[in-house]
């Protein structure tokens, strides 16, 4: 795996034309040659686990290239041909997720599974046609039969079966004779090819497992290679389009049609799977971090799935905007996980209402305050866009600061609040610290300020200006919250490439929960999925787990790239 290099840092490259696409380029050009084509394609999901953001891209794809023509469509397939891994659960996450990221497929829901019959009936036509057969070796024997790029295949001595035993011996697989083990289909290609795919690949086994559509009304399963290009053909797909590793079992998809004579047939076009640094995309794994309790579920928000980052606060646009472009390629590569957070940043920006939140309280009273005084100041919700509005916010004796915006014995750069300094508070008045309270500890627990109500409003009239202003959320009047702060989950760019088990390098600080933080009024009512941003802090979006006057915000993302920060220091 590969860390690209600076061409994904969107300001290096940022054109009206998009980033190349050759699949898209192929589907305009069969559009220009004929404007009526049809034009079918589909995303077939495997429901054993919930989507993640390499399948955005795929549905990104798929949906836009059926948008290309007016008449375009896209369908959207389970394969479900593995029932012991495969849910219900993941069926009904899949859906949601992808209506969530802004698509609908065409017609009803497709799966594999609905085709099991016909596939069935097509898998005796090859066997009359003395194109399958049934083995009866062990696991063992046909693994070490297949041979390997290096090593040539071994016959089977069940090759030569005579049809009517195929069709016998198949007959009472599907009726559930026979133990899982004792016998598979076969396809009857060529066990010399120097294509390992091709010598004489599974078609079917006994696996006498409950499925989750059929429930246990078929004994036997389709393999993935002879249920996947049949489906398209049935749903007469005319672009499958497949990951890289798909390529070399085209020529097993092509035999398969030809034999069963199949037109018109799908088109198959592959292309690189979308990778992320810091990041791992396997469902597999995923599913290990969600079993192994190493993550709190599927939706963690810190999990690359499409469940996890709608939680986590990031917006289906800038998933949609990054899927775009990254674009498509006829290689693997990892794409730098800051182009993502880039465009989460771009769009929360736009999109978010600014508010105000301490997350690590330290009280102020305002000594020349009395007990109480509420001094009202109006707030724009957003610094550029009217449209956002704006709310009222309660300056009182009491209030809270951000215990990182006091230092008592600061450095030379620090702009925010030191004994005898002034620090301006986020759309109010200037504050000048008097007096700084201690526990017995030595802590910092209380500072004493005055209050200068001639520097009230963004523009003072002394004209007095001060280098810091600080957010502040009033202590009667702020509500408590809980703030999980959410980073990368791993420490490392290539969590696969690293010696031993990608676990080994979770990133332990990868959630931090701070309680007992303070933010302002307005979000009393801020139902769960709301998007914000804590001035100063970051983007922060309403947990699912808030409960009536005890909201939780999850860390979308903060506000700059700390890690290019660190990067850099290195
Ligand atoms: P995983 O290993 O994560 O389970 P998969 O390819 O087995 O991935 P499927 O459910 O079979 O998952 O995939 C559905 C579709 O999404 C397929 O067309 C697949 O090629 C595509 N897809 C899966 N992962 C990626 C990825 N990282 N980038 C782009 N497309 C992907
Ligand atoms: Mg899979």
Same mark, same amino acid.
Request: aromatic fraction near 10%; proline fraction near 5%.
């Given at each position: 795996?590969?860390?690209?290099?600076?061409?994904?840092?969107?300001a290096?490259e940022r054109?009206?034309?998009? /980033? /190349?696409n050759?699949?898209?380029?192929?589907?305009?050009?069969?559009?220009?040659?004929?404007?009526?084509a049809r034009?079918?394609?589909?995303?077939?999901p495997e429901?054993?686990?919930?989507?993640?953001?390499g399948?955005?891209?795929?549905?990104?794809?798929n949906?836009g290239?059926?948008r290309?023509a007016?008449q375009?469509?896209?369908?959207?397939r389970?394969?479900?041909?593995?029932?012991?891994t495969?849910?219900?659960?993941?069926?009904e996450?899949?859906q949601a997720?992808?209506?969530?990221?802004?698509?609908?497929?065409?017609?009803?829901?497709?799966?594999?599974?609905?085709?099991?019959?016909?596939?069935y009936?097509?898998?005796l036509?090859?066997? +009359?046609?003395?194109?399958?057969?049934?083995d009866?070796q062990?696991?063992e024997?046909?693994?070490?039969?297949?041979?390997?790029?290096?090593?040539?295949g071994?016959?089977?001595p069940?090759r030569?079966r005579s049809?009517?035993?195929?069709?016998?011996?198949f007959?009472r697989m $599907?009726?559930g004779?026979?133990?899982?083990?004792?016998?598979?289909? +076969?396809?009857?290609?060529?066990?010399?090819s *120097?294509?390992v795919k091709? $010598?004489?690949p599974l078609?079917y @086994?006994?696996? *006498?497992v409950?499925?989750?559509?059929?429930?246990?009304?078929?004994p036997?399963?389709?393999?993935?290679?002879?249920?996947?290009?049949q489906?398209?053909?049935?749903?007469?797909?005319t672009?499958?389009?497949?990951?890289l590793?798909f390529q070399?079992?085209?020529?097993l998809?092509?035999?398969?049609?030809?034999?069963l004579?199949?037109?018109?047939?799908p088109?198959?076009?592959?292309?690189?799977?979308?990778?992320?640094?810091?990041?791992?995309l396997? *469902?597999?794994?995923?599913?290990?971090l969600?079993?192994e309790g =190493?993550?709190s579920?599927?939706?963690?928000?810190?999990m690359?799935?499409?469940a996890?980052? @709608?939680? @986590?606060?990031?917006?289906?646009?800038?998933? $949609?905007?990054?899927?775009?472009?990254?674009g498509?390629?006829?290689h693997?590569g990892a794409?730098?996980?800051s182009?993502?957070?880039?465009?989460?940043?771009e769009d929360?920006?736009?999109?978010? @209402?600014?508010?105000?939140?301490?997350?690590?309280?330290?009280?102020?009273?305002?000594?020349n305050l009395p007990?109480?005084?509420?001094?009202e100041?109006?707030?724009p919700?957003?610094p550029?866009d009217e449209a956002?509005?704006a709310?009222?916010?309660?300056v009182?004796?009491?209030?809270?600061?951000?215990?990182?915006?006091?230092?008592?014995?600061p450095?030379?750069?620090?702009?925010?609040?030191?004994?005898?300094?002034?620090v301006?508070?986020?759309?109010?008045a200037?504050?000048?610290?008097?007096?700084?309270?201690?526990?017995?500890?030595?802590?910092?627990?209380e500072l004493?300020?005055?209050?200068?109500?001639?520097t009230?409003?963004?523009h003072?009239?002394d004209?007095?200006k001060?280098k810091?202003?600080?957010h502040w959320v009033?202590a009667s009047?702020?509500?408590d919250?809980?703030?999980r702060?959410?980073d =990368?989950?791993?420490?490392?760019?290539?969590?696969m490439g690293?010696d031993? &088990?990608?676990?080994?390098?979770?990133?332990? &600080?990868?959630l931090?929960?701070? +309680?007992?933080?303070?933010?302002?009024?307005?979000?009393?009512?801020?139902?769960v999925?709301?998007?914000?941003?804590?001035?100063r802090a970051?983007?922060?979006?309403?947990d699912p787990?808030?409960?009536p006057?005890?909201?939780v915000?999850?860390?979308?993302?903060?506000?700059?790239?700390?890690w290019?920060k660190?990067a850099? *220091?290195k």
């Open positions: 795996m590969s860390v690209s290099d600076k061409s994904t840092d969107p290096s054109t009206d034309e998009g /980033p /190349p050759f699949i898209r380029d192929m589907v305009l050009e069969l559009l220009q040659r004929d404007p009526d034009l079918c394609t589909r995303f077939p429901p054993n686990g919930y989507l993640h953001i399948h955005a891209k795929s549905i990104v794809l949906f290239l059926a290309l007016p375009g469509t896209c369908n959207l389970f394969d479900d041909t593995n029932p012991a495969e849910e219900t659960e993941y069926v996450a899949i997720d992808i209506r969530w990221l802004g698509f609908q497929w065409d017609g009803p829901v497709h799966y594999a599974s609905d085709y099991f019959e016909q596939l009936r097509w898998a036509d090859l066997i +009359r046609a003395g194109k399958a057969y049934v009866s062990s696991v024997e046909l693994r070490e039969g297949r041979g390997s790029f290096h090593q040539e071994r016959v089977s069940y030569e049809i009517e035993e195929n069709l016998d011996l007959q $599907r009726a004779e026979f133990d899982e083990g004792a016998h598979v289909l +076969r396809a009857k290609i060529d066990m010399a *120097k294509d091709l $010598r004489d078609m @086994r006994i696996r *006498k409950a499925h989750h559509r059929t429930g246990s009304e078929w036997i399963y389709p393999m993935y290679d002879w249920a996947h290009g489906s398209d053909a049935i749903e007469e797909i672009h499958s389009i497949c990951t590793e070399n079992h085209r020529p998809y092509d035999w398969f049609l030809d034999t004579g199949i037109s018109p047939r088109y198959q076009t592959e292309f690189g799977k979308l990778n992320l640094t810091y990041t791992v396997s *469902k597999r794994r995923l599913l290990r969600v079993n =190493r993550v579920g599927w939706d963690d928000p810190r690359p799935t499409l996890g980052m @709608r939680r @986590r606060g990031i917006t289906p646009s800038a998933l $949609r905007a990054f899927c775009e472009r990254v498509v390629s006829k693997d794409v730098d996980i182009l993502l957070e880039y465009y989460i940043r929360l920006d736009a999109t978010t @209402r600014r508010v105000l939140a301490v997350l690590r309280p330290l009280k102020v009273v305002l000594v007990e109480d005084a509420a001094i100041v109006s707030a919700y957003h550029s956002f509005g709310r009222t916010l309660t009182t004796r009491e209030l809270y600061i951000e215990r990182d915006d006091f230092m008592e014995d450095p030379k750069k620090y702009f925010r609040l030191a004994p005898g300094r002034e301006r508070l986020r759309y109010a200037i504050i000048r610290c008097v007096e700084v309270i201690k526990d017995e500890a030595g802590e910092v627990v004493r300020c005055t209050w200068d109500p001639e009230l409003g963004a003072p009239p004209g007095r001060v810091g202003t600080i009033s009047q702020g509500l919250a809980e703030v702060l959410y =990368r989950l791993y420490t490392v760019e290539d969590p690293h031993g &088990d990608f676990t080994e390098v979770l990133n332990p &600080d990868s931090v929960t701070l +309680r007992g933080c303070k933010v302002e009024p307005s979000l009393g009512d801020a139902p999925g709301d998007r914000v941003q804590f001035e970051g983007y922060f979006c309403v787990d808030s409960r006057g005890a909201a915000f999850n860390r979308t993302i903060a506000l700059k790239d700390s290019a660190i850099a *220091k």
